[in-house]
DNA sequence: ATGGTCGGGAGCCGA
């Protein structure tokens, strides 16, 4: 099975290239991000009419997450961390089929030292003590999304300019660390050990054509779904198609 | 050449 993650800035606009993806790709889950759709405009009708179930948690212009299942319908969904008061739509997690999936849109956090940046990392280290609570209640568990932090130098285009700088910090790069720890693996890593495989390219400077970018979008397995795991990927295609998002779809495959 | 591009929504903010 298939299990995908895709920042698609705006569900709106982008809901051709979703529909031609979802044809093309033939994924079973999908994690989308930045939907900026509040949940009564969703498009759910229409996901329905595409074979896939359908979960969201959205809000106007920023934010929201969705989680679309192609066989069996997501329960025992979370959408706020407990002791967290977040009005921003970053979180859904649901069971589906067998298997716990987490979405995550972590917080971008504009620069270094901005209020924004502090958010950032109170954000992912709760999410963290919740996803902690998680793993130990669900062996079996997908933790995925745009996680807004590149987690190593080969992951960067050009890691001098980008030393230090936002998604690239060392303080993020723990932070990250950190969410590993509870038993997590970048399943990208597990298949592939080169640079210059991105997954978020600006739209300025034609950063795409050029290959300047970051891989953001990860898709991270516990270590009890390792014997299943059967490849990982980043999907060019929809990032050359016209009016594309910034964000590739990132794939893992595991097997039944 | 000190900017550049999107999306949302009507200013400029967020990425």
Redesign the pocket.
Known sequence: MKIATW?V??????MPHLKQWLAAAQPDIVALQ?T??EDAKFPDTEIAALGYRCVFSGQ????GVALLARHDMPEDIVTDIPGMDDPQRRILIATIGGLRIANLYV????AVGSE?YAYKLDWLARVTDHLAGEAARHPNLVVLG?F?IAPEDRDVHDPVAWKDQILCSVPEREALRKLLSIGLSDTFRDFHQNDGAFSWW????AAFRRNLGLRIDLVLASHALRPRLAGASIDLEPRRWD????HAPALLELNA
Do not use: A, F, H, I
């Open positions: 920042n800035n705006s569900l709106n606009v982008r930045e900026k759709l106007k212009t920023y934010n917080v971008n956090g504009q924004k745009d807004n600006d739209y300025r400077q009016r594309p998002s910034d």
